[in-house]
């Protein structure tokens, strides 16, 4: 496999590949010629080295209710103790970790519901009641010294807090209520709106993210911004990730199961 990857992997995909190629497994697609790589999680490994190749999917644990303290526990032993299917936790860690990857209808199939949903909403509760919670008090002493213009960092926090906190509301009323929800509804309308609000959400932290490197006065409190930066950049790549997850495996479910019935 080696041999074969340095013949035909371009250059600069050479030390990604190198870098991972002992945790996770490569799988070359042929059209026309011409050999694409694709790389994901398996089964068989061990979930540390999941962490190590994307040390952000830690956040996922709570978020399945997977305790820490797993040892050299393979993927599949962690998941069987936890009673999580397999397939669908590595489908979840794939699309947090690699944009290419989209999961399979077979996966899509073997996703548990109820899981699904939990996990979703233990991901808005930590969006909401951590982490904004946590940014807020930074931005707060940042805004307290920032004469008027921390009036205007206030107001748009609070309210990207209140857009956050409406969007998150809509999908667990919405979204998530359909997938037990018998009776018809617009399904195509709730997508995209769904859809459109995540553009919003995310454009918006993008803004909060300028005001508070390029708009504040230069020499104001400059560690705790980039302090703060560094915690909205994370929130934003979060978020991302979790919209993927809705996107690719949470809609492509509830169509599946509206064929079905």
Known sequence: ATAVLHATVPMEEKKQVAEIALCAIIVIKKKNNQAKFKVMFTENQKLEDLLKINTQLILMLPRFKMDLGF???????VCKERNIPTSMFLA???VY???????SPKEIQEIDENILIEYLQISHDYYLNQRLTHIKKHIEKIADNAGKIGDVLKEFFSNY???MEKHFQ???MRLFKKSSDKHDVDEQFIFEEVEESHAT?????KDLTNIIVKYLPPTLMTNERISVWFDLTQ????????TDIEDK?????LKLKKQKA
């Open 235 to 242: 929130l934003n790549e979060d978020l991302r990730k979790h």
């Open 161 to 163: 807090s209140h857009e």
């Open 92 to 94: 979840i860690c794939n």
């Open 170 to 172: 809509m999908e667990e």
């Open 249 to 253: 495996i949470l809609l492509p479910y």
């Open 71 to 77: 040892g050299d526990k393979k993927v599949q032993e």
């Open 201 to 205: 959400i995310c454009d918006h932290l």
């Open 97 to 103: 970790t690699f944009d290419h990857y989209t999961p």
